[in-house]
């Protein structure tokens, strides 16, 4: 069985330092800036395609540096874990010095997630978040995961990947119930975007005043019940509710991404048509230049956020409500 040791990873790491160091005073009198805000954990899946994550990674790093442990599980086979450091590096744009950040790759099979706490806590920095970045549905809900978790300030993970959403909101209410750690949800974090949108167009106090006491909402996310398309209707309905005008919801699962609202005269659509935003109040629309959210954007958003989301919180309450009515 293949082990690990923190202390020789540790010790690599100051070995890294050295010779980075080096190389960068033979390249530039100016030498290499050691950075780090955080110690970031990301855990990935065998499949999971580790050059694109490795481009995520390193387009986080220079707004977001950080000591990045990347745990990659291989599956079921023999008990064993193995590693390897190396350094992460830019050089800002009319400068001559280089920022490095630290990067541990780490590859575990399934039977050997109980053994990752006691290797990951050594290797966290002193006195800094560890934000981990869970990108498996799948290990969220293995009990091993639940000491490494613990570790963590924030985990941030992607509710999509559930069975259903009515697992996938348990195991969210679950985890925030335990106060520790934060809990960030990148489907949650898709809909920034949809939610500055409607916003905007309730800014205008005439569009207010229009609602009736009535309303009712539909949203579609692609033909399928998501947690995207429950969070957007929870919030939609919260937001009217909290203005007096009750809410009906029903999710439809049409071949589109959209929501609308119609309350009397009031009729509000916004589409995802490719990479614009359509919004459509009253027979008028507007589009908006909005690319689909890459991990990049996403992830960058998340790291972020250093407190609880109180309006995060109320809307997966009511989205978990909804999911329950739905399945």
Known sequence: MATVAPDRILKELAELWVTT???????????????????????????DDMSALGETLAALMPEHPARAIVIRLKGDGERGLSERVYAQCWMPFGQRRQICCEQVEIVASDSALGDLPSVVLPLAVPDL??????????ILQVPEFLPLAEMATRVVMDSIGFATPGAAFDWLRAALSRRRPLVGDLAWTHLTRWREMLSQVFENRQNLVRLADEAKIRVCDGGKVTTRALYLAAWVKDGLE?????????????????????????????????????TTLDGVSQCTNMPVPSD????????????????????????????????
Not at 302 to 323: C, M, N, Q, Y
């Open 21 to 47: 160091g080096k190389q960068g005073t033979e390249e530039s009198s100016q030498g290499v800036l050691r950075a780090c805000t955080m110690t970031l954990v990301v855990v990935a899946e065998h499949g």
């Open 129 to 138: 978040p560890v934000i981990l970045w869970c990108r498996s549905a799948r």
């Open 242 to 278: 909290s203005l007096g005008s009750h809410a009906s919801v029903s999710i439809s699962r049409e071949k589109a991404t959209f929501a609308e609202i119609s309350s009397g005269d009031f009729t509000l659509r916004w589409e995802r048509q490719d990479e614009r935003l359509v």
């Open 296 to 327: 990049y954007s996403l992830v960058r958003e998340e790291l972020g956020i250093v407190r609880r989301d109180p309006v995060f919180e109320k809307t997966l309450a009511s989205a978990a409500r909804l999911a329950y009515a739905t399945e």
